[in-house]
């Protein structure tokens, strides 16, 4: 597989409007849309069901903020990257609960999109040569 | 060996033992080859200070006057001067007969012979419970004004906890909120067909966008109350080429750090969002190669901000049916109070901007 595949996603997000557009994007440059959860219990139901490559993770969900635990669950499973999409940044812990980084709401398409095909190339095994400017891998 | 003296004054008489009798300051003689030391003179004042007679002190040791509260220190080092033949001053927390107390401001001290051999202890005593009682209210309301300080430390630190709380929660609100607005402005341009209708739909997600930008970048640097024109750039900038068609126009940016007041950022992001994306939607028709170029820094006391082209300038330029574009630039540029010159480089229009600056955002 290369870098450039398409990615099964994880949509955890609880706006409805985010989560649709989010999917539209995704499938428009080529990725899958498995699953979109907006609580931390389908969130990491779906991911134990699906086992999807990436995961687009929310910190603020329906049932709190519970994303860090979805984040922190879904990294025990094998081969899911994960990315933080959160205007709350501040609540990512030191150890980014097993993500690879964060994407700081509100985020523009393009800046998602490059965070996304990132992940896509470290989930490949690729070194990527250079970390996309919407994409933050230090919490904080 | 000194003579003992009698109880009632130093042997001898003479004139120095008729100063002590008659003294207004307490003394009193004792002496230490006797076994403990006793009193062997006591004048009229130590009576009165202390309230025994004199019967009664002559012959005791001193440690008579010391009481449930006499600080047990203090009387240590009354000790340990003694046993190394030394004078000492003290304040001794002391009891009159009745058991009040008093704080006695005790000067003792060994009185010699000529040989150089200790003959007696005398020691003065002074009555010095007004000045500890005023200390004492000292340290108290000290110790009061220490408490209430520290009371309002912790109330003004706890509103400013909840304070900073409220501001994370609605930066985070207006972030999300941002987020849910141009998601729907995208949503509903996807399922518009007609051209026209997504072409605008898809400007206002642009515009929208470029505040996103702008509150992503605000409240994540210590400093809520300005804004990195330089680091809004960059940013934007990156999200205009993504929107290029890279090989035919090229974007380049020359944004000094100049930080303005937050209150600025928005119309300030507007205005560059709109200069940038004109050139981009006119300048270039029909295929036409060229470049864009963004220029912010300080000009004396304002901001110059130039956006130029090399495209088919303005006279060539298509017509804008609606010109919101130019419009909205000169509304803009009206709320911040500055001036626009449009000068036709031919080829390619140049959009020069002066905005004032307050004195505090003239350097990064």
Known sequence: MTATDGLRVLVVEDEVFVALELECMLEEAGHSVVGTAASSVEAIALGERLRPELALVDIHLTDGPTGVAVAQALSRLNGIAILFTTANAKRVPEDLAGALGIVAKPYSPRSLLAAVAYAAQVRAGAAPERVPDGLRLTAG | ?364
């Open chain 2, 1 to 364: 060996m000194s003579e003992p003296m009698s109880a009632a004054g130093p042997a001898g008489g003479g004139s120095f033992a008729a100063a002590f009798r008659s003294s207004p300051l307490p003394m009193v003689l004792t002496d230490p080859h006797q076994a403990d030391n006793p009193i062997v003179f006591a004048n009229d004042a130590f009576l009165r200070v202390t309230g025994y007679r004199r019967d009664e002190v002559i012959g005791r040791n001193c440690r008579f006057l010391q009481g449930p509260q006499t600080d047990r220190d203090a009387v240590g080092r009354v000790r340990a001067a003694i046993a190394r033949e030394e004078s000492i001053e003290i304040d001794l927390l002391n009891y009159r007969r009745d058991g009040a107390p008093f704080w006695n401001g005790m000067a003792l001290s060994p009185v010699r012979d000529e040989a150089g051999a200790l003959v007696h202890y005398f020691a003065v005593l002074t009555d010095i419970s007004p000045r500890r009682t005023r200390e004492d209210r000292l340290t108290q309301a000290r110790s009061h004004l220490e408490q209430d300080i520290d009371d309002r430390t912790r109330a003004l630190q706890a509103a400013l906890d909840q304070k900073t709380a409220l501001l994370h929660e609605v930066d985070h609100r207006v972030k999300n909120n941002l987020q849910v607005i141009s998601s729907l402005m995208l949503l509903k341009a996807r399922r518009t067909t007609d051209p026209a209708g997504r072409a605008a739909l898809l400007g206002m997600a642009d515009r929208i966008g470029a505040l996103a930008t702008v509150h992503r970048l605000l409240y994540t640097a210590g400093d809520v109350s300005r804004f990195d024109l330089r680091d809004f750039a960059t940013d934007f900038g990156s999200d205009l080429e993504a929107g290029l068609d890279g090989d035919r126009v090229r974007l380049s940016l020359a944004v000094d750090p100049v930080a303005v007041s937050a209150s600025k950022a928005a119309p300030l992001a507007l205005l560059m969002h709109e200069l940038a994306t004109n050139a981009v939607r006119h300048a270039f028709a029909h295929g036409r190669p060229g470049r864009i170029a963004i220029e912010a820094r300080l000009d004396g006391e304002a901001l110059l901000l130039a956006i130029s082209d090399d495209g088919v300038g303005l006279a060539a330029g298509i017509p804008n049916p609606d010109g919101f574009g130019r419009a909205l630039i000169e509304m803009v540029v009206r709320q911040m109070r500055g001036a626009i010159t449009w000068d036709d480089l031919s080829p390619g229009t140049r959009a020069r901007i002066l905005l004032p600056l307050d004195p505090s955002e003239r350097r990064t």
